[in-house]
């Protein structure tokens, strides 16, 4: 059985740092785009961060470039979201997932993770 599972969340003022990890299991995920979506109550899914293990791709929207890192352990299945300088509109559910193609907006992954919490308190 094929699953993300992850952990990092919490809550975190603003300004604060969290690290969410995101462990595939059950297959290799080396070729794949792993990364994270986020949703807030009230607002539509978008992608935060995405990577390709074996490496040469990565993304970031907007809104994150310069805070958020992204990094990945193809060794151990496993991606990062370093996430620094957070702020309130930050705050939302986070969903790892992972594709052997793309990861984007509007496009459902092969692999969902159950998603994760994040807090940022102003």
């Known amino acids: 059985q094929v699953q993300l599972v992850e952990s990092g969340g919490g809550v975190v003022q603003t300004g604060g740092s969290l690290r969410l990890s995101c462990a595939g299991s059950?297959?290799?995920?080396?070729?794949?785009?792993m990364g994270w979506f986020r949703q807030a109550p009230g607002k539509e899914r978008e992608l935060v961060a995405a990577i390709r293990l074996s490496g040469l791709y990565t993304y970031y929207e907007d809104s994150v470039k310069g805070r958020f890192t992204i990094s990945g352990d193809t060794a151990k299945n496993t991606v990062y979201l370093q996430m620094n300088s957070l702020k309130p509109e930050d705050t939302a559910v986070y969903y790892c997932?992972?594709?052997?193609?793309?990861?984007?907006?509007?496009?459902?992954?092969?692999?969902w993770g159950q998603g994760t919490q994040v807090t940022v308190s102003s």
């Open positions: 059950g297959r290799t995920f080396s070729g794949y785009v």
């Open positions: 997932a992972a594709d052997p193609a793309v990861l984007r907006v509007g496009r459902e992954p092969a692999y």
